[in-house]
């Protein structure tokens, strides 16, 4: 349940996206600044250097909408700090300014997020949890570990301008994940205390929202649906709790009972009408089914196009797969190039920190498709990805806090 054109990422493919995406009040510019070139590594004295490979020739840059008479350029640290920004701007609007400094602080303000969750603040103790659910986020083994820079894979090549902008992504990476890891230490150490403590305190504390969490803590420890499902229900008689009805939906579709996983699935299609993350959930439940719900394919349609639009970055990665495994290399690479637009503005950097391993995956699909693609077929690619944007790229960056 935790969680609107287009230059592409760096020169050629990509890097023009980016810098349309971050700064749409800037005069245009011709090209994107690419990172300076690494310096040649000398060859062996004993052996002969391979030869280089040549460069792929440049292209202009895509025809796809920017920002109102924008084409600015882009460098590394900027997608950097567009990740960051939205990063502490979703905290702000999930938890609150006091827990969002506590969040901005030196050591993720463990401690003292802990220490306001042990006397009663559901907030702090959500915060504790998504920092402490960083350490084991679905971008584990992380991106950066995964992805070798230039100079490991081929030392000898002449660096790509795309390969070396992600290069110093993927190095910032590195060094945020070493400092990362300190904090993670501790964190797993610290939580079954912490939420033990929290589960005693908060049998007293009669907010909504710290019933709710209460309810999913002690389900996490004992396992027992029924007691979840009651309390869950007995918050919705006490109040319109809209978190409390879209959690109680989901938890319904894991029941052995299959009413009562057809009632949960009820709740979805009611809830999805108004609520993006319901509908979110809804078209993941008929996709590739969700809880002891079997997939229903079928009826999943433009619930999942609608999902990838908003910028569900599950549905994003269906839709692309989708794609690919019909050979419909013009709509995934559309749906690429739309990913990128969001990337851009750090829609995926909270509250799992994926910007990196989808900007890896978004190149990769650049050489590997894209380049190989006519000029009729680029341009096809930047409509639907343009078409994206009008449609619901506002709506998706509201929702993902990076607007």
């Known amino acids: 349940m935790r969680h609107p054109a287009i230059l592409l990422l760096v020169l050629a493919a990509h890097a023009a996206l980016l810098a349309a995406s971050l700064h749409p009040d800037r ?24 030869p280089a490979r040549p460069v792929p020739p440049a292209r202009a840059t895509f025809a796809t909408p920017a ?3 924008t084409r600015d350029r882009l460098t590394p640290q900027a997608w950097l700090d567009a990740q960051e920004h939205a990063r502490r701007q979703f905290r702000e609007r999930r938890f609150g300014g006091a827990v969002a400094a506590l969040l901005a602080a030196p050591d993720d303000g463990l401690a003292a997020l802990a220490e306001r969750a042990r006397h009663g603040d559901a907030a702090a103790l959500d915060a504790w949890l998504l920092r402490a659910d960083d350490c084991q986020a679905v971008d584990r083994p992380p991106a950066a570990v995964l992805a070798p820079l230039s100079s490991e894979r081929e030392p000898d090549a002449v660096p790509d301008p795309r390969r070396q902008f992600a290069d110093a992504l993927v190095q910032a990476r590195r060094e945020a994940d070493a400092q990362r890891a300190l904090a993670c230490a501790r964190t797993n150490g610290d939580r ?24 999913e803590l002690l389900y996490d420890q004992d396992g027992d649906l029924a007691a979840l499902l009651a309390r869950l229900r007995a918050l919705l008689r006490a109040g319109d709790d809209a978190a409390a009805a879209l959690a109680l939906a989901q938890h319904l579709t894991e029941s052995a009972d299959a009413a009562e996983r057809e009632d949960g699935l009820a709740r979805l299609r009611d809830l999805a009408r108004l609520d993006s993350d319901a509908l979110s959930a809804l078209a993941q439940c008929l996709a590739i089914g969700c809880g002891a719900l079997a997939p229903r394919p079928e009826q999943a349609g433009e ?9 569900f970055a599950w549905a994003l990665e269906r839709a692309i797969d989708t794609a690919l495994r019909r050979d ?7 749906w690429s190039r739309y990913r990128a637009w969001l990337n851009a503005y750090g829609c995926f950097a909270a509250p799992d920190d994926l910007g990196l391993r989808f900007y890896l995956a978004d190149l990769r699909l ?12 680029r341009a ?3 409509a ?20």
């Open 27 to 50: 005069p245009a510019a011709t090209r994107p600044t690419a990172a300076p070139p690494a310096a040649p590594r000398p060859a062996a004295a004993t052996q002969s250097p391979r």
């Open 67 to 69: 920002p109102p008479a």
């Open 192 to 215: 079954a205390r912490l939420e033990a403590d929290w589960a005693a305190l908060a049998q007293e504390v009669r907010t909504s929202a710290a019933q709710r969490a209460l309810a």
């Open 303 to 311: 619930l999942l196009e609608r999902s990838a639009e908003l910028g």
């Open 328 to 334: 419909e290399r013009v709509a995934a690479l559309g």
């Open 366 to 377: 650049e050489e590997q498709v894209g380049d190989s693609l006519t000029a009729p077929e």
């Open 380 to 382: 096809a690619a930047d």
């Open 384 to 403: 639907l990805a343009a078409a994206h944007v009008r449609r619901a790229g506002a709506q998706a960056r509201r929702r993902a806090a990076c607007d």
